[in-house]
């Protein structure tokens, strides 16, 4: 997901005013404070990549929400919400049971895995699981390719941001984008990047609700809005929206269950102090969701209001539904703070992508090739380095292919990961061939998909998206190839494994 239709030439307005700026000045010295403090605590490579496994219950609920919802939430959903109507809501009206199943059938597992055995990496997990160095090696390699892909084109979608703020050009938008990002990530690690995504969480809330509000206000409440809107188009408010039925029922369901896959969520399970409290993850993640998307939906909702009612001519780009409506009906603290939350949520899903792509090459890979790296908390930072500079080079390439880069992002986490270790980690039937089978299907067929469909070689049928399809076959073949080696599935798995998946 971007934060603004990327596919596009246009850049998005100029948002170059006092309060804006003031305002995402101060969010940038608080990230700077808060990398600093990290930075004095990190003193080993769990400190690096797990946190210490210290971290406290609404503190991870908080993070995991603000790495969940990138700008997506700000600025690309409200557009969706804009363009189809009510449907668009299928991405996230399955939120509070994934994050249901997220606490019960992955981080409880996931997090007493981790005190077994040590393990740091989501790619550990797989590895340990199956007793397989080439499961983990796989998998490490399907979130490089993912990752790299992504903060690219969040690296695009921040330089756009920071362009438009402070007139800089995109180039050097993009390049200040990763150096302030890079500064707390490779000095504090997740540490640092949990605590900050900690203060950017509470920063797209308060900006959520106080939106919210201009929204009910401007729209004239909510029967205000759907008056508006059905005079016009009552099928915009209907069950699909302007969306097929196969397209929303395919979203929540991509969505639902392929969030399960996501590791730059499922690895802050490993960093919580004590795995009792995740009771209470459900109540407190879907809570902070949910606060946080009121302006998903509400700035799509009162713009089509707006536009059906004839007050405002229909909007260039549906991506620009929310500068629209904070420039022109908000004050302008309140638009730097909205803003400051779209920073908030690129650098928020970035740090978690450069912290698990260093921990892939410094950790899972080598450790699939049986070796390992003798100063883990060094090389780690080194990488992190390195990735970002190759996905800031990736993030100036045509705007086409950047989000193509993007696009197979989510899908490629869910068809490799969902199988191998949110169902693996509940199956004691799940063995090593059909692990590896699974994750070489999701990687080989979502990048052979999403190519030919960039390509514009083939289109699927109208509402079956690749995620979905991608998805639905690794976990066919997973349980095909694991039913038809299912002699193994008892010898392939440890004693203190068996334990963990047992609690």
Known sequence: ???????????????????????????????????????????????????????????????????????FAFVGGPGLVYSAGTGAVFIVLSASITNTMGAWVL???????????????????????????????????????????????????????????????????IWIAMLVTLSYTAAGGIL????????????????SVTVFYFVLQVGGGLDGISRAITAVDAAFLGPWGKMPVLTALSLFFVFGLGALGQPHVAHKFYMLRDPRQLKWYPLLMSAAMGLTLLLYVGVGLVMRAKVASGALPPLVRADDATPAFVLGFTPGAVAGL???????????????????????VTHDLPRALGRRVGDELRWGRAWTVVLSVAAVL?????????????????????????????????????????????????????????????????SLPAGVTISGLSLILSILVFFGVSWLTRARAAAQLDDDVRVVMEV
């Open 394 to 458: 990736l993030a100036q390439m045509p705007g086409a292919v950047v989000a193509f880069l993007g696009i197979f992002g989510f899908g490629l986490f869910a068809s490799t990961l969902v199988p191998s270790l949110a169902i693996g980690l509940n199956w004691t039937g799940a063995t090593r061939e059909g692990a590896i089978a699974s994750i070489a299907t999701g990687l080989v067929l979502t990048l052979a998909l999403e190519s030919l469909a960039f390509l514009k070689v083939f």
């Open 338 to 360: 909205v803003f400051a939350g779209v920073l908030a949520a690129g650098m928020s899903t970035v740090n978690s992508f450069m912290n698990i792509g260093a921990a892939a």
């Open 1 to 71: 997901m971007t934060h603004w239709l990327l596919l596009q030439s246009a850049t998005p307005p100029a948002i170059r005013q006092p309060a804006v700026i003031v305002v995402a000045l101060l969010y940038f010295a608080a990230v700077a404070a808060i990398g600093v403090w990290a930075s004095r605590r990190t003193r080993n490579a769990r400190d690096f990549f797990v946190a210490g496994q210290g971290i406290g219950i609404v503190t991870l609920a908080i993070a995991a929400m603000a790495s969940t919802l990138s700008g």
């Open 107 to 173: 981080a409880r597992r996931l997090r007493l895995l981790g005190e077994a055995r040590g393990l740091i990496t989501v790619p550990d997990a797989i590895g340990a699981r199956y007793r397989s160095p080439a499961a983990q090696g796989l998998s490490a390699i399907a979130i490089l390719v993912a990752v790299v892909g992504y903060m690219a084109t969040n690296f695009l979608a921040l330089g756009l941001v920071i362009d438009a703020m402070f007139g800089t050009g995109l180039t050097l938008g």
């Open 192 to 207: 640092a990047g949990v605590y900050t995504d900690l203060f950017e969480g509470v920063v797209k809330t308060v900006a």
